[in-house]
């Protein structure tokens, strides 16, 4: 499926959320999420149906000072 993540276009083969992380690479790690603007708690991820052309957001916490 066509999509944009953080941005770029990408080619996700994925039904939901939950299973589009897993396919970016983000499986088990600490993430916030977003689809077409909107937050998706991690408890929603898997409920969360993905469209063609959908926008997902993905932001990783950093340590810094």
């Known amino acids: 499926m066509r999509l944009v993540v ?3 276009p990408a080619q996700v083969a994925a039904h939901d959320l939950a ?3 897993v ?7 600490v993430v ?3 689809l077409n ?3 998706v708690p991690a408890r929603k991820r898997a ?7 959908d926008r ?9 000072g």
Do not use: H, K
């Open 6 to 8: 953080n941005g770029e």
């Open 19 to 21: 299973e589009a992380l």
């Open 23 to 29: 396919a970016l690479g983000y499986e088990g790690a």
């Open 32 to 34: 916030a999420t977003a």
């Open 37 to 39: 603007g909107e937050f």
């Open 47 to 53: 409920e969360t149906i993905l469209l063609e052309d």
């Open 56 to 64: 997902i957001e993905i932001v990783a916490p950093r340590q810094g």
